[in-house]
């Protein structure tokens, strides 16, 4: 009787790439931020707009209204008839001239804020722009910044898009508590893009606000 001896088979080893084009393209990319587009504010026409379209649709009513009246759909006078009757009866004015001047300088003043840029309000956190912040917020950081300094009793800030103003009520008439005031609220809002210049004012307790 033959025992049939069995050899060994190999380990099955990882295979190994060569460094190419087919190796590099079967791992995944790197995704990287592309930053998001930058908050804007109201269109500088967007106001007007929705006066001129609340006059336009009153003025369509009151034409639809008086169109019914005349029709006899529904009861009362027309408005419009005597209106226009009354222009037909109104002869040339000197003070004509001067307000079609007025009113077609708003009207290009119209033209040219639809066609503006929409504004630009909040602050970039970083340099990728995947964070905004508001003025608002941004105030408020600087207001706590100040308030956390020695010596301040209270804070209060407003903030913009370039510059955030701190008004502090101090316990000392010290020039150096404004500067450590303006050193804390720099360095809370350093990280913001455009850094916003800082302007503080102190007053001590006992002045006159």
Not at 49 to 54: D, E, R, S
Not at 67 to 74: E, H
Not at 132 to 146: G, Q
Request: glycine share 8%; hydrophobic share 45%; charged share 15%.
């Amino acid at each position: 009787m033959t025992q049939t001896q069995h050899e060994p088979q190999p380990t099955p080893s990882a295979p190994t790439s060569a460094p190419g084009p087919s190796s590099t393209s079967a791992q995944p990319h790197a995704i990287t931020p592309s930053g998001a587009p930058a908050p804007t504010g109201a269109a500088p026409a967007s106001t007007w707009a929705v006066v001129l379209g609340i006059v336009v649709a009153a003025a369509g009513l009151l034409l639809l209204r008086d169109a019914a009246v005349a029709v006899g759909l529904l009861g009362g006078t027309p408005v419009t008839t005597p209106l226009v009757d009354r222009l037909r009866s109104v002869g040339p004015q000197a003070w004509y001239v001067p307000v079609g001047v007025v009113v077609a300088l708003v009207g290009l003043w119209l033209v040219a804020a639809a066609l503006r840029r929409r504004p630009r309000r909040d602050l970039a956190v970083g340099d990728s722009s995947l964070v905004w912040l508001t003025p608002s917020a941004a105030a408020a950081i600087a207001r706590a910044s100040a308030a956390g300094v020695d010596g301040v009793v209270e804070a209060r800030a407003t903030a913009g898009r370039r510059s955030v103003r701190v008004t502090a009520r101090t316990t000392t008439r010290d020039p150096e508590v404004g500067s450590r005031i303006t050193s804390a609220v720099e360095q809370s809002l350093r990280g913001l893009a455009p850094v916003p210049k800082v302007r503080v004012t102190t007053r001590a307790m006992g002045d006159a606000a």
